[in-house]
């Protein structure tokens, strides 16, 4: 069988601080770099073997991935990073308290914006000139459901995630809440009303087990104090 790792990145400074973030770049936690290499040494407890890591272009991804490839003695292997894989943007969301958000337009819609498949935040009026993405002829978003963010990640698990498992590699993925919450709705075949509910947690190794037809046959979630600390 086939394994897919995927990983969400440690505590961020958003995350400590409940505030909007999307595609702005933040930095890890203590807390966060901790889960990081708590992750790492969790994956290297399994002997497991990566062919291919993917993470995005946002540093608190970047940093977590190379912290757990340290811990697993596997920083030689290849690394994509790709804009497909940056965390849902929440457009002139983006930077504010979610508290003080909930606080202004109530609870219900706070929750469609955050939480929904369908329903996009509120627009940014002229999207952000980032040249790290100018190269790659890609214009960031003013802003994106997480249905919008689906379906900008789907090529990338089709073209690059997909055909490497197939070829019986493993494959290493860390990532953000949403995009991993849109990769795990299109392989446990979640439906559009019940994704809402499905919440990745930061620095917890997620691992499936596929066939040789990409079936899942196994999934678990493997936390350091389970890989024997």
Request: no cysteine.
């Amino acid at each position: 069988m086939v394994k897919l790792v995927i990983l969400r990145h440690g505590e961020s400074q958003a995350n400590r601080d409940g505030v909007f973030t999307g595609w702005s770049d933040v930095s890890l936690t203590e807390k966060g770099i901790t889960q990081a290499h708590q992750a790492g040494k969790a994956i290297k407890q399994t002997g497991l073997q990566f062919d291919h890591m993917h993470t995005s272009m946002l540093k608190r991804a970047i940093i977590t991935a190379n912290i757990v490839l340290d811990e697993a003695d596997q920083l030689y292997i290849p690394v994509t990073k790709s804009w497909r894989l940056n965390e849902r943007h929440y457009g002139a969301l983006r930077g504010k308290k979610k508290a003080a958000v909930k606080a202004e337009v109530g609870e219900k819609q706070f929750k469609l914006w955050r939480r929904s498949y369908h329903v996009v935040p509120p627009l940014l009026a002229k999207p952000d000139q980032d040249p790290r993405y100018e190269p790659l002829g890609v214009t960031e978003p003013k802003g994106e459901s997480l249905e919008m963010a689906y379906e900008r990640l789907m090529p990338y698990w089709q073209d690059e995630i997909a055909p490497r498992l197939l070829d019986g590699h493993n494959q290493l993925v860390v990532a953000h809440g949403s995009t991993l919450r849109a990769l795990i709705k299109y392989i446990d075949r979640i439906n559009d009303e019940d994704i809402d509910h499905l919440e990745v947690p930061n620095g917890v190794p997620i691992i499936y087990d596929f066939d040789a037809q990409l079936n899942v046959v196994d999934k678990t979630e493997l936390s350091y104090a389970a890989a024997g600390h």
